[in-house]
Structure formats: structure tokens, C-alpha cells
């Protein structure tokens, strides 16, 4: 009923950029907050960034001043922009989004994307 497809990740060289999209589709009424997390080999995932549908960001400490999260509402698609990046920025980047739907009650459910690689090469 819902998918979240990612594109643009890949391999880049230290201090290169990325842009990585995610694109929701489906049965879809409304979007709320949209945002991107990332897993490395061993760890957790994390939360990179976020946003409201209305533009408010929200961005971890780590890539502050590197990374720029944005929106397309009339798309549905949310974009990760990164910028000088480092090796410890490789992992699988997923987005997610509070999506409301035509099926069911009509309210908010978190939805997740098949998650993208990303590897920076030192």
C-alpha cells in the first residue's frame, strides 16, 4: 500500500558529496515527519535527520554543518545532501516517514525504505 524507495547512494572519496532521495508512493493521504537514519557494521541505527512537512529540521551533532535535509511535498520525497564526508559516515542510510493512508483508520504509521549503502572511502 506504502513504499519508501532510496536512490543515490554509492561510493565517494573522503570530502566528496552524496545526495540520497527517498520517495514514498502508494495509497497516501498526508505526510508528517519525514527523515533519514543510518546503521554501521556493528552498530545501532541511528537518527541523521529529520523533518516536518512544514520545513523545521532536526540534525545530529556528527554531521552538523555537513549535511542538509529537504523536502519535495508534492513529490513525497525527502533528500539528504552530504557534504565533505567522512569514512565514518559509511552505513546503510534509511529513510522513514509518518504516513497517513486511504486504508484503515485514518491515522499516522511510521514506514521505513529498504535503506541505501554508503561508503567513503578514506
Known amino acids: 500500500q506504502v513504499q519508501l524507495v532510496e536512490s543515490g547512494g554509492g561510493l565517494v572519496q573522503a570530502g566528496g558529496s552524496l545526495r540520497v532521495s527517498c520517495a514514498a508512493s502508494g495509497s497516501i493521504v498526508s505526510i508528517n515527519d519525514m527523515g533519514w537514519y543510518r546503521q554501521g557494521p556493528g552498530n545501532q541505527r541511528d537518527l541523521v535527520a529529520s523533518?516536518?512537512?512544514?520545513?523545521?529540521?532536526t540534525t545530529t551533532d556528527s554531521v552538523k554543518g555537513r549535511f542538509t535535509i529537504f523536502r519535495d511535498n508534492a513529490k513525497n520525497t525527502v533528500y539528504l545532501q552530504m557534504n565533505s564526508l567522512k569514512p565514518e559516515d559509511t552505513a546503510v542510510y534509511y529513510c522513514?516517514?509518518?504516513?497517513?493512508?486511504?486504508?484503515?483508520?485514518?491515522?499516522?504509521?511510521?514506514?521505513w525504505g529498504q535503506g541505501t549503502q554508503v561508503t567513503v572511502s578514506s
Open positions: 523533518i516536518t512537512r512544514f520545513g523545521r529540521t
Open positions: 522513514n516517514a509518518d504516513i497517513m493512508t486511504l486504508i484503515g483508520a485514518p491515522s499516522f504509521k511510521t514506514y
